[in-house]
């Protein structure tokens, strides 16, 4: 590496180090509950007219999203909630009339601006009652595991057909415009096609039953499907599909193929910004950063595609020359000469270039925003996604450094132009050599020019293999990172009121289980007392000699699925190794709830018990 390009290296590790740990500015993804009135825990005197939501950003109401509950579990008639056009952020809810003394929940759930959804609870009462505020009740981004999956997968096969078809096409226009009569090569573009609008016609059926709390079995709602029609992210895919629509004339007839690849490049990267965080930013800037920086991913995965299927094996243990009169037709997968792959290559190693810059400069930018500092990368889940992002495309340069470095020593500095200058002087004459013939040292010459050239084909192909393989990681990753909270702005501490107590007790009752995990240790779960109000939760985790386990981690949640209620995390302090204690957690009203508790035993080995706890 000569003192320039190793001087520019330390220039862009220099300026991604500088960002991080300067200051970020909020990044805006995953709406965050930052206050409701009346307060989690509060006790009034008289029942409000209304309970508000207030979130750090805009939200979108879902069908029967916020609703009351009283402490049996019952819904109480409370009006259907509202947005006021004005405060976008803030959701209402009419309370009914009539609302006697008791302890009451607001179950809610909305969705973000990002399109993703999140849930929470908070509890407050009326008259002489004991109330205790619900633990965490701030929004939570948990979801259906099997439609959480459906949106990952999805999203995935989104990004790689975007890169198949306009990443593809973009090289076909700017690197090997010869190879748009090559059947390999349309086949890619074709399959492109196919996977974005199979992706984008699931991301609708999907994105309903994901955003109100639905499981697989209403993918098919017309209702939800309607409803998403009318959000940004439905009008977003909506385009996407218009755009899609468009390519099909392309596809059968590339007359227009070159207009509609400079369309599709830029138009329908742009498509994805109302499908994740940077719909949430209005931030121009960021808005525009995360098109680009989408569009120049896609640019460079669809080339190295095209490099492994189209343009490498399609010339591979053939001979580099064929004569014209007896060269197959171009759509019969005729082999690509040397000039044309020669050409092809070395377009496409200057265009990568370009492509991870902007990928550097853009990514640089939406990590600053999404994490904040070095610090936060291992502060959250979102910071550690990055992380293991980042380290994929530090792999994938280093790949991609040695598909360039060959590129450059064979088709740019080494006498195979040579080679390609005879090729064409042959093409020019048909093929004939001459009246004498080659001689033998020029037919030596030239097998071994030949078997240099394999050889340099095989070992570009099997590095331009191994980058699209980490590519779909990557891929993978990002599709992971849209649907994670950044970490650039923890979640809000909403205030809670004072604890209420009533000189009434409640006699107690305890509920204890004995759970097993793998390797014969077990899990001991007690809640005391089993009732409607302030209870403690211990959990004891033993080895497989019933001895304390003094394990890296324990983490549990409550839930009331009868209500669609939680999971709310409980907060869990250990009391000495092994013991674990949960004191002063709220049970707002009657119901089986369901306990999960997460035991790291390892630094890989995690299980998860379940119990469900009957609550009087």
């Known amino acids: 590496m000569n003192r320039r390009r190793a001087a520019v290296w330390f220039g862009l590790v220099a300026a991604v180090a500088g960002v991080l740990v300067g200051p970020a500015q909020p990044a805006y993804a995953h709406a965050q509950l930052v206050g409701t009135t009346p307060a989690n825990g509060a006790r009034l005197d008289t029942a409000p007219a209304e309970v508000v939501l207030r979130f750090s950003e805009r939200v979108l109401l879902v069908p029967d999203g916020v609703r009351l509950l009283d402490a049996t579990g019952a819904v109480r008639g409370a009006g259907p909630a509202r947005i006021e056009p004005s405060t976008p952020e803030e959701v209402r809810l009419p309370m009914p009339a009539g609302l006697g003394t008791g302890t009451y929940t607001v179950a809610w759930r909305v969705v973000s601006a990002d399109s993703h959804p999140i849930h929470g609870a908070f509890a407050f009462g009326v008259g002489d009652v004991q109330v205790v505020p619900l633990p965490d009740s701030g929004a939570q981004a948990t979801a259906d595991p099997a439609l959480a999956a459906a949106f990952w997968l999805f999203r995935w096969a989104g ?10 096409a973009l090289f076909l226009l700017l690197c090997w415009p010869a190879g748009w009569s090559r059947r390999r090569a349309r086949r890619m573009l074709f399959a492109g096609w196919v996977t974005s609008v199979s992706s984008a016609v699931a991301a609708l059926l999907v994105q309903g039953p994901y955003a109100t709390g639905g499981t697989l079995g209403s993918l098919f709602d017309p209702a939800l499907l309607a409803g998403t029609v009318g959000t940004d992210f439905g009008r977003y895919v909506i385009a996407r599909l218009v755009l899609l629509g468009l390519a099909v004339p392309v596809l059968v007839r590339p007359t227009w193929y070159p207009q509609w690849t400079v369309l599709s490049a830029f138009a329908l990267p742009v498509t994805w910004i109302g499908t994740g965080h940077a719909n949430a930013d209005a931030n121009l800037l960021a808005r525009f950063s995360d098109a680009i920086h989408l569009a120049a991913m896609s640019a460079w995965f669809g080339g190295l595609a095209l490099l492994v299927v189209a343009v490498l094996p399609a010339t591979a243990g053939r001979p580099l020359a064929v004569p014209a009169k007896v060269a197959p037709a171009a759509g019969a997968g005729a082999p690509a000469p040397v000039a044309e792959v020669a050409a092809a290559v070395t377009r496409f190693s200057s265009l990568a270039t370009v492509c991870v810059g902007v990928l550097v400069v853009t990514g640089t930018y939406q990590a600053w925003r999404g994490v904040g500092s070095v610090a936060a990368l291992a502060g959250s889940s979102y910071g550690r996604l990055l992380v293991f992002k980042l380290a994929a495309i530090g792999v994938l340069l280093w790949f ?42 020029s037919r030596r010459t030239e097998r071994a020019e030949r078997e240099q050239e394999l050889l340099a084909r095989r070992q570009l192909g099997w590095s331009v293999r191994i980058e699209v393989a980490i590519g779909l990681a990557v891929l993978a990753i990002t599709a992971l990172l849209v649907a994670t909270p950044p970490g650039a702005r923890p979640a809000a501490a909403l205030p809670a009121a004072p604890v209420q107590t009533s000189t009434t007790q409640a006699p107690p009752e305890v509920v204890a289980t004995d759970l097993p995990l793998d390797g014969g240790g077990r899990v001991y779960v007690q809640l005391d007392p089993a009732r409607v109000g302030d209870s403690t939760l211990i959990v004891t985790v033993l080895d497989a000699a019933r001895k304390p386990w003094d394990v890296p981690e324990v983490t549990a949640t409550l839930s009331l699925s009868a209500q669609s209620i939680g999971p709310l995390p409980v907060t869990l302090r250990e009391v000495r190794p092994g013991d674990y204690v949960s004191t002063g957690l709220s049970l707002p009203m009657a119901g089986t709830w369901q306990l999960a508790v997460k035991v790291r035993t390892s630094e890989v080995d995690l299980e998860t018990v379940r119990v469900e706890l009957r609550v009087g």
Do not use: D, F, N
């Open 400 to 441: 991609g450094a040695m598909s360039r470095s060959l590129v450059r020593r064979r088709y740019v500095h080494s006498a195979v132009s040579t080679v390609v200058e005879k090729e064409l002087a042959l093409a020019g004459t048909g093929g004939r050599r001459g009246p004498g013939g080659p001689s033998r040292g």
């Open 159 to 168: 990004y790689a057909g975007l890169a198949l078809l306009a990443g593809g």
